[in-house]
């Protein structure tokens, strides 16, 4: 088993910035990516970004690329994600998720999810 557990969430005035943590415990070792994922009220859980263990590989979606980061650090088994320049349809639950195999951008592909962290950007 995997633990996850995310903080950093927060309100924020668009155009500001915040930054994302989330912690990994467990068994960790069998996980190869990490992933963002965002699900606004009354909106399907969407992929956010994702990034490989090993080498750090990332993927963004088109509507964050250039905006966000996502990083890891192996020796604290974290992952973050810095959000810049954002924008009132960032508003959403925040989760982290792991999995195993093979990079993946769905929701259904990871194995492993965290409790959320609510980021609210006011316009």
């Known amino acids: 088993q995997v633990q996850l557990v995310e903080s950093g969430g927060g309100l924020v005035q668009a155009g500001g910035s915040l930054r994302l943590s989330c912690a990994a415990s467990g068994r960790t070792i069998s996980t190869k990516y990490m992933g963002w994922f965002r699900q606004a009220p009354g909106k399907e859980r969407e992929f956010v970004a994702t990034?490989?263990?090993?080498?750090?590989?990332?993927y963004y979606a088109d509507s964050v690329k250039g905006r966000f980061t996502i990083s890891r650090d192996n020796a604290k088994n974290t992952v973050y994600l810095q959000m810049n320049s954002l924008k009132s349809e960032d508003t959403a639950v925040y989760f982290c998720?792991?999995?195993?195999?093979?990079?993946?951008?769905?929701?259904?592909?990871?194995?492993?999810w965290g409790q959320g962290t609510q980021v609210t950007v006011s316009s």
């Open positions: 998720a792991a999995k195993r195999g093979l990079m993946s951008r769905l929701v259904s592909e990871y194995d492993y």
């Open positions: 990034i490989m263990w090993s080498g750090g590989s990332t």
